[in-house]
């Protein structure tokens, strides 16, 4: 059986060391002429711990592989590089958020504390987006307290059949943050610019918190007490900045004077 590549081999490391066991590694084969028991040998004398042994030798097999006469300083670089890049990436790793019951078979964080987190956590910019929106006072208190730090707020709500939106009842998703009229932008969809289905309009019915450009949740719940706490929905928090800003962009886009379908609200 053919040995890994060591590209693979290498990646693998970064997954699944800790970055300080990456770096020592790769100073101790600085100096080192090639593959073979010297290079194990300053591995795990590096870096000694239980199973290292077994990590070691499928590095050091891999190198052997794929090119014997590839120098220590260039495999070293190799791992400083791969630690680096999974260090990145790490942070940007997608997550699970739920509302409703939980269960004990996979970790998951619970919507409200999520949306509440990254609004907090905001320094530039908010996005919110949903179809319904009722209490919520938490969600509230957070957004205003952004607001008033400086953060830019735009929310765009859905609206009542009178307001030309799609919601049933007297009041849009607007009203459950009027508190905010004084700091934040709103945004709607106005009838004159829906596609007509059926005999109904089409609706404005995504659920989306966005702050900074960095980091958002997108989900099935809307920012109702019931959908954040009560109700089964599911959702993801997207850390990767690249993901975020083609999300927030899209919108923005749609909120664009004269030429977007969304429109600010008086």
Same mark, same amino acid.
């Given at each position: 059986?053919?040995?890994?590549?060591?590209?693979?081999?290498?990646?693998?490391?970064? /997954?699944?060391?800790?970055?300080?066991?990456?770096?020592?590694?790769?100073?101790?084969?600085?100096?080192?002429?090639? @593959? =073979?028991?010297? #290079?194990?040998? /300053?591995?795990?004398?590096?870096?000694?711990?239980?199973?290292?042994? #077994? +990590?070691?030798? /499928?590095?050091?097999?891999?190198?052997?592989?794929?090119?014997?006469?590839?120098? =220590?300083?260039?495999?070293?670089?190799?791992?400083?590089?791969?630690?680096?890049?999974?260090?990145?990436?790490?942070?940007?790793?997608?997550?699970?958020?739920?509302? *409703?019951?939980?269960?004990?078979?996979?970790?998951?964080?619970?919507?409200?504390?999520? !949306?509440?987190?990254?609004?907090?956590?905001?320094?530039?910019?908010?996005?919110?987006?949903?179809? +319904?929106?009722?209490?919520?006072?938490?969600?509230?208190?957070?957004?205003?307290? +952004?607001?008033?730090? *400086?953060?830019?707020?735009?929310?765009?709500?859905?609206?009542?059949?009178?307001? =030309?939106?799609?919601?049933? *009842?007297?009041?849009?998703?607007?009203?459950?943050?009027?508190?905010?009229?004084?700091?934040?932008?709103?945004?709607?969809? @106005?009838?004159?610019?829906?596609?007509?289905?059926?005999?109904?309009?089409? +609706?404005?019915?995504?659920?989306?918190?966005?702050?900074?450009?960095? !980091?958002?949740?997108?989900?099935?719940?809307?920012?109702?007490?019931?959908?954040?706490?009560?109700?089964?929905?599911?959702?993801?928090?997207?850390?990767?900045?690249?993901?975020?800003?083609? !999300?927030? /962009?899209?919108?923005?886009?749609?909120?664009?004077?004269?030429? =977007?379908?969304?429109?600010?609200?008086?």
């Amino acid at each position: 059986m053919s040995s890994p590549a060591l590209s693979d081999v290498i990646a693998e490391l970064a /997954r699944s060391l800790p970055a300080a066991h990456m770096a020592a590694w790769a100073r101790a084969l600085c100096g080192c002429a090639g @593959p =073979g028991p010297d #290079a194990q040998t /300053r591995l795990l004398q590096a870096r000694p711990g239980f199973a290292l042994g #077994a +990590a070691a030798g /499928r590095l050091v097999d891999a190198w052997e592989a794929s090119d014997p006469d590839l120098p =220590g300083e260039a495999v070293a670089l190799a791992l400083e590089s791969a630690a680096a890049l999974n260090a990145v990436y790490a942070g940007w790793r997608s997550d699970v958020v739920v509302s *409703g019951p939980v269960t004990d078979s996979a970790p998951v964080r619970l919507t409200s504390s999520v !949306i509440s987190e990254v609004i907090h956590d905001s320094r530039e910019s908010l996005l919110v987006v949903s179809f +319904a929106a009722f209490g919520v006072a938490d969600v509230v208190c957070e957004l205003e307290a +952004a607001a008033r730090r *400086g953060v830019h707020v735009d929310l765009i709500m859905e609206g009542t059949a009178a307001e =030309g939106g799609t919601l049933q *009842g007297p009041l849009g998703a607007s009203a459950a943050f009027t508190a905010l009229r004084p700091y934040a932008t709103f945004w709607t969809w @106005p009838a004159a610019r829906r596609p007509v289905v059926g005999a109904t309009r089409a +609706a404005l019915h995504a659920k989306l918190v966005a702050a900074d450009q960095k !980091i958002a949740v997108v989900g099935s719940a809307n920012l109702t007490d019931r959908a954040l706490a009560d109700n089964i929905e599911v959702g993801i928090i997207i850390r990767d900045p690249h993901v975020v800003e083609r !999300i927030v /962009r899209h919108f923005k886009s749609l909120m664009r004077p004269g030429a =977007g379908p969304l429109q600010q609200a008086n």
